[in-house]
């Protein structure tokens, strides 16, 4: 199954991403993943690309292509994937249709004000990008990783002004993907607000 997760940022792409690879067996891509593990290692790449995370800004198309090229290259990926949060403009649509057929783009519905209480509350463990929200998905200890044990934090680009920022970007640049995508007859709507597991039963069924 190769599949596309589209979306506005806190439409819980990751957290549906994460139980959603176990359901079919194939990776989680994630380029938000991908480039947090690069500044994280203090890559080269991660040195060009943390300003640009930090404000909410897209990292430019060929960056964010090239490393979504090498990665689908790799092993586990030949049998399928869940791309999530790429691609992010049509210029990275048409690359990743030159790279690969698509089975389906599963559009994650979910309006302006629970994006923004989504994302507000929203804690990630920094080593396994594991996310979680104080509210709707909160860890067995408050402020603590379930599995690892440390201490979660709150993502930079998760604070007010990069939200809204991200928020702007997602319309001007990452909608236009959805008619995109209908165009060609792959996209499936799945209504997000509902709990992770609502989501992803409703995504295995559509999927069927
Ligand atoms: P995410 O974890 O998907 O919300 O991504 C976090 C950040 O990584 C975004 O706000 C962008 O700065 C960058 N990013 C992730 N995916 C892409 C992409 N496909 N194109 C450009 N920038 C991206």
Do not use: W
Not at 76 to 84: E, H, R, S, T, V
Not at 185 to 205: C, H, R, T, Y
């Amino acid at each position: 199954m190769r599949l596309v997760f589209l979306g506005p940022p806190g439409a819980g792409k990751g957290t549906i991403a994460a139980k959603a690879k176990l359901v079919y067996s194939i990776p989680h891509i994630s380029t938000g993943d991908l480039f947090r593990a690069n500044i994280k290692n203090g890559t080269e790449l991660g040195r060009r690309v943390q300003a640009i995370l930090a404000a909410g800004d897209l990292v430019p198309d060929e960056v964010t292509i090239d490393m979504v090229r090498e990665r689908l290259k790799e092993e586990d990926a030949l049998k399928g994937f869940i791309l999530d949060g790429f691609p992010r403009t049509i210029a990275q649509a048409d690359a990743l249709g030159a790279m690969t057929d698509l089975d389906r783009v599963v559009n994650f519905v979910l309006d302006k004000e629970d994006i923004v209480k989504r994302l507000s509350g929203r804690r990630v463990c920094k080593s396994t990008g594991r996310t979680y929200h104080i509210l709707y998905n909160p860890p067995k200890v408050e402020g603590i990783d379930d599995e690892t044990g440390e201490a979660l934090i709150q993502r930079d680009d998760d604070k007010e002004e990069a939200i809204r920022n991200r928020l702007e970007v997602y319309e001007a640049s990452t909608a236009p993907l959805i008619a995109y995508y209908r165009d060609k007859g792959l996209l499936v709507d799945i209504d997000a607000s509902k709990s992770p597991d609502e989501v992803l039963s409703s995504m295995v069924e559509a999927l069927v």
